[in-house]
Each structure stands twice: as C-alpha cells, then as structure tokens.
C-alpha cells in the first residue's frame, strides 16, 4: 500500500478556486489509480474523479463535470485536483485513494471500497 498526504485544503468564497494536492509514497506510484472523494457530514463518501494509467482514462462525477480537474505528476509522486467555481455545497472532507490499476476510471470512482489507501482528509468549506 501506499501512503497518501493531502493539502491545499480552505475556506474560499463562492465561484472562488482551489487545488487540492495528493502526495504519495513509494516509488510504483505510477502504476496506481487515483480517485478524489468527499465526504459531507450526515452524507455518504462521494466519487468526484477518479485517473486510472491502465487506459489513460479519466472520471468525473456530475455534480463536478466541467468545474473540476484531475491531473498528475508522476515525477513527484503527486495527483492534484483543481476546482473551480466551487459552491457551498462543495464543502466536504476531501479525501484521495490510490489502488494498483487493471481498469478504467470509471470503475473506480463508483465505490469506495475499490481503494485500499486512503489519505487523512483535507477540509474544504465555501462559504461566503
């Protein structure tokens, strides 16, 4: 398993912008999915984006399509999440996964219980 740290976590106004950041031990990260999660008090953890190196293939989410991004950097060990025109709704714990990948991002992204590491959570709140 690996290891995974997230930051970039805040307070931001509505329609404001932030870039979540994923970092991880070990040095097959490459060959790992990645999913992006949130996680809002009384409600169950959701799949936003999930980034799978088995086909290349990325996910989103509808409540996200279009304002957020999922990127990475396998050089630095580091998956980033850019979210754009976020809304109070948005605010959750933002948690990423990794999984060693053998399909489409697709799958991953539709359960949680498909990762095995999970980061600690970075707190997200829009709010003006």
């Known amino acids: 398993q690996v290891q995974l740290v997230e930051s970039g976590g805040g307070l931001v106004q509505p329609g404001r912008s932030l870039k979540l950041s994923c970092v991880a031990s070990?040095?097959?990260?490459?060959?790992?999915?990645i999913g992006w999660f949130r996680q809002a008090p009384g409600k169950e953890r959701e799949g936003l984006s999930c980034?799978?190196?088995?086909?290349?293939?990325?996910y989103y989410a509808d409540s996200v399509k279009g304002r957020f991004t999922i990127s990475r950097d396998d050089a630095k060990n580091t998956v980033y999440l850019q979210m754009n025109s976020l809304k109070p709704e948005d605010t959750a714990v933002y948690y990423c996964?990794?999984?060693?990948?053998?399909?489409?991002?697709?799958?991953?992204?539709?359960?949680?219980?498909?990762?095995?590491?999970w980061g600690q959570g970075t707190q997200v709140t829009v709010s003006s």
């Open positions: 070990g040095p097959t990260f490459h060959y790992y999915a």
């Open positions: 996964a990794a999984e060693p990948a053998s399909t489409t991002a697709y799958f991953y992204c539709a359960g949680y219980s498909r990762f095995q590491s």
């Open positions: 980034i799978s190196p088995s086909d290349g293939s990325t």
